[in-house]
C-alpha cells in the first residue's frame, strides 16, 4: 500500500510502522534481530557502577546501555517506508533519533519524507493513527500557510 502519511513508533527492540490515508491503515511490524540484554547494573550507595561490562567488548558504553546502532533494524524499516511522502517518527527512547540519524547516512529518500520526530511513551497502534492524523493536519494547514515558512 502507497499512501501519504506514515508514523512509525520504534524502540531497541521493535517498530510499528503505519501507513495510512483517509480510509484505510496498514500496520506492520518489524522485530530487531539484535538480542542485546543489559545484565545487573545498579548504582550503589559507594557510587560505583556495576554489571556494564566495557566499551572494548562492543556491547555496552561505560555508563550502561547499547554503544552501538542496529544499523540492519533500522534499514528494515527504512524500506518498509518506501513510497511514503510524509512520516512522523515516535518512540520512547534514542532509538527514534537514531532511526533518523540512519536514514540521514543510509535512505536519504526516508529521510526526506521524515517531518519530525518527537516523544511517544508506548501507545496503542490505534492511538499513534489517530495522534499522526491529528499531527499531519496540523502540519498541512502550516505547509500550505505562506506566513509559516
Not at 42 to 51: D, E, I, Q, R, T
Not at 60 to 66: L, V
Not at 104 to 114: F, L, S, V
Request: a negative charge.
Amino acid at each position: 500500500m502507497t499512501t501519504y502519511h506514515a508514523v512509525v513508533w520504534i524502540d531497541r527492540r521493535e517498530a510499528h510502522v503505519l501507513m495510512f490515508d483517509r480510509d484505510h491503515v496498514e500496520a506492520s511490524r518489524i522485530a530487531s534481530r539484535s538480542h542485546h540484554v543489559a545484565t545487573g547494573g545498579h548504582v550503589g550507595s559507594h557510587g560505583l557502577k556495576h554489571g556494564r561490562g566495557d566499551s572494548s567488548s562492543g556491547h555496552h558504553a561505560p555508563s550502561g546501555g547499547h554503544d552501538q546502532a542496529d544499523e540492519a533494524f533500522y534499514h528494515s524499516v527504512a524500506q518498509a517506508l518506501t513510497g511514503v511522502r510524509e512520516i512522523l517518527v515516535t518512540g520512547p527512547a534514542q532509538a527514534k533519533n537514531e532511526f533518523r540519524a540512519h536514514c540521514a547516512r543510509h535512505d536519504k529518500a526516508i529521510d526526506q519524507a521524515i517531518v519530525d520526530v518527537v516523544a511517544c511513551d508506548h501507545p496503542s497502534d490505534a492511538q499513534l493513527v489517530a495522534m499522526a492524523r491529528q499531527y499531519f493536519l496540523k502540519y498541512d494547514q502550516r505547509a500550505a500557510d505562506p506566513s509559516q515558512r
